[in-house]
């Protein structure tokens, strides 16, 4: 750090180390530059961005199907909720899709009660981002993972994880062996 310099020996002094003088602040008075290598900046920059971006999940969105019509067992979309719940936890976004076959339709409150059992099963985890809307034959809903909320839950698990014991381990049977002499059969 320099300090105030004019601007005519801030372009000679980048000029001599062979970098750019590069505007960091243009509204203050006066304006602050730095003199850096502004290439080398720039694909800084986008290697960050990049990594940023494979790194967040917030993007990507997985669908979990609840069966091909309403006649779906209840453990079965339990099997579901679970597998949700961990997709959240992960951090990605989750659609829940259920279809309606034939006359079952009539009955499409019978889906958005369905949707907001799930919806109150991972409240803990997740937030409703939208609410279940049917599209022809198709009742879907969207859940987002609340970061809060996971946070909190790992924190909670780890806690109560840490403040355990192992548990103690099994007596295993005994095994009689003869000894030399012995007969080998058990009295009856």
Not at 123 to 135: K, S
Request: charged content about 30%; hydrophobic content about 40%.
């Amino acid at each position: 750090m320099i300090g105030v310099v004019e601007l005519e020996e801030a372009k000679r002094l980048a000029a001599e180390a062979g970098l750019d003088l590069v505007e960091i602040a243009a509204d203050s008075r006066p304006p602050v530059v730095r003199v850096m290598d502004f290439g080398k900046y720039k694909y800084e920059q986008a290697k960050k961005e990049k990594s940023s971006k494979t790194k967040s999940k917030a993007g990507e969105i997985k669908e979990v199907r609840l069966g091909r019509s309403m006649k779906i067992d209840p453990h079965d979309v339990g099997i579901r909720v679970a597998q949700a719940r961990d997709f959240l936890i992960e951090g990605y976004r989750v659609v829940f899709v259920q279809n309606f076959r034939g006359r079952e339709l009539a009955f499409s409150a019978r889906g958005t009660q369905r949707m907001s059992e799930i919806a109150q099963q991972l409240a803990d985890i997740g937030r409703v981002e939208m609410t279940p809307r049917l599209a022809g034959k198709r009742m879907s809903m969207i859940m987002v993972p609340d970061r809060a909320k996971i946070d909190a839950l790992k924190h909670k698990q780890n806690s109560t994880a840490g403040g355990k014991t192992a548990p103690k381990p099994k007596a295993s049977p005994v095994v009689h062996t003869p000894a030399a002499g012995e007969s080998s059969s058990a009295p009856v």
